[in-house]
């Protein structure tokens, strides 16, 4: 079963896998059908006409037919934005790359979500104009949680209801316990108090908003390691994409120690 006639409808492109020798499988999010697989004849061969607009971490207004069942088929495109800065960067190539893949594996296929399309849309368009990559991923990661049936209460003690910081994160209590209750858990995370601060601040805040927040190397650590927690805690799933990110990171601090080292055996 398929819509009436062609369709014309906004996506960002998920992922692209060959099919056969020069055919594709493009996933793509769409604001009017959600999640669809497209089928794309030929997309290998050169000088593809729609090539423009199925690169990874492209954003267009596209044209095809939607089947309610099985593959969907694309016909043209109307206009196409690429994320270049994206496409080019390594390191904002894998944020991106692990944003897509949260969403894919965040809702089932074929579900119209408009709020979803609208923050990951954003989310890239913020990346795209040099805002702090890293801090629109955790965004991106926080507001994904409840996508995967997770509410952490961050916004008041789970004892006594106080929203007066420094808080700390109890797994027994699944959420913040305020500085008067942290013995209600003797295995409290004992999170950095700013992690905890700005994870709730991204809740609340859209991804253009972003360029508000500044924040110190340790803080970022920090919010990371409270992110990964809840997401190993509650999600339990580790995307690939995500473990690349954490190789990528080790990489950097190693050649930073390197390179400090060298510096330092020099002056000596």
């Not at 934005?81 to 894998?94: G, P, V």
């Not at 997401?231 to 050649?255: A, C, F, P, T």
């Amino acid at each position: 079963m398929s819509k009436t006639g062609f369709q014309t409808f906004e996506g960002i492109v998920l992922s692209i896998r060959k099919h056969k020798e020069k055919d594709a499988l493009v996933k793509i999010f769409t604001l009017e059908y959600g999640k669809r697989m497209f089928f794309v004849r030929n997309y290998f061969k050169a000088n593809h006409e729609m090539k423009a607009a199925l690169l990874p971490f492209t954003h267009a207004s596209y044209i095809g037919t939607i089947h309610e069942d099985g593959l969907c088929f694309l016909k043209d495109y109307q206009t196409a934005e690429n994320f270049t800065k994206i496409q080019q960067d390594i390191h904002l190539n894998a944020y991106a790359t692990y944003m897509a893949n949260l969403v894919d594996a965040a809702i089932e296929d074929r579900m119209k979500n408009e709020k979803l399309f609208l923050l990951f849309r954003q989310s890239y368009e913020s990346i795209q104009g040099d805002f702090d990559a890293r801090i629109i991923m955790n965004l991106f990661e926080m507001n994904l949680l409840k996508y995967f049936g997770v509410h952490p209460e961050l916004n008041e003690c789970r004892i006594c209801g106080s929203r007066k910081e420094p808080f700390d994160f109890s797994a027994k209590h699944s959420g913040v316990l305020c500085s008067n209750h942290f013995h209600e858990d003797q295995h409290r995370l004992h999170a950095h108090p700013a992690a905890i601060h700005f994870c709730r601040k991204f809740l609340h805040v859209t991804p253009k908003q972003v360029h508000n927040i500044s924040l110190k190397e340790e803080t970022k650590v920090a919010i990371q390691d409270f992110i990964d927690f809840l997401y190993d805690e509650y999600v339990g799933i580790r995307l690939k994409s995500k473990s690349y990110i954490d190789q990528m990171d080790e990489w950097e601090k190693n050649l930073q120690f390197s390179l400090k080292k060298r510096k330092e055996d020099k002056d000596d």
